[in-house]
Each structure stands twice: as C-alpha cells, then as structure tokens.
C-alpha cells in the first residue's frame, strides 16, 4: 500500500516562501509520478505540479513562474518551492504518488495560509 506524507506547510505573508516536501513509500515498484494537489474548502481539488521520472513537468497556470517542483528519486521525496506567495495560494495542499504499475497514493494534507 502506497504511503506519502507531507510536510512544510504553515502560515507566511503575501510574497514570501515556503517549501514543502513529500515522502512516498510502501511499494517495491517506483514512483514515476508525484505531485502537489491543492484544495480549498468547497472547491474541487485542483493540480498545482506534477513530475514524471526523467524530469517531465506540469504546471497549474496559476503557479507558473512562483513554484518549482523537484524531486530526489532515490529518497521517493518531491518538493514543491513556492515563492512570491498569494493570499490565492491559501489551501491544504497534498502530494500524490503513482508507481509504474499504477498503484496511487494520497497525503493527509498540509495547511498553507498566506495572510498578513
């Protein structure tokens, strides 16, 4: 059973940056996609970055130019760099993992408030 957990979220001003960071592990295959999710209360969840194995990349609109996602593969840990935070970034974020036979897994999220 595919596990990730997060961490890095917390409370920063408008313009400032956080990085968060996500663990997957419980699966003997390897994790070809990990991404960051976000959602915010009454919305639908909605994609923020993803990565494939050999550095594919996607981006919401949104945090293009302000969030960069990386990963070290032989830790299965992906990271998400935000800078010039806006109150709109406000949401519980949270890391998806897929292995390469398609095997998922979800976060418990992380809380990051953008607020002066």
């Known amino acids: 059973q595919v596990q990730v957990v997060e961490s890095g979220g917390g409370l920063v001003q408008p313009g400032g940056s956080l990085r968060l960071s996500c663990v997957a592990s419980g699966s003997i295959f390897s994790f070809n996609v990990m991404g960051w999710y976000r959602q915010v209360a009454g919305k639908e969840r909605e994609l923020v970055a993803t990565l494939r194995t050999g550095g594919g990349t996607n981006y919401a609109d949104s945090v293009k130019g302000r969030f960069t996602i990386s990963r070290e593969n032989a830790k299965n840990t992906v990271y998400l760099q935000m800078n010039s935070l806006k109150a709109e970034d406000t949401a519980v974020y949270y890391c998806?993992?897929?292995?390469?036979?398609?095997?998922?897994?979800w976060g418990q999220g992380t809380q990051v408030t953008v607020s002066s």
């Open positions: 998806n993992a897929c292995t390469v036979v398609g095997n998922c897994g």
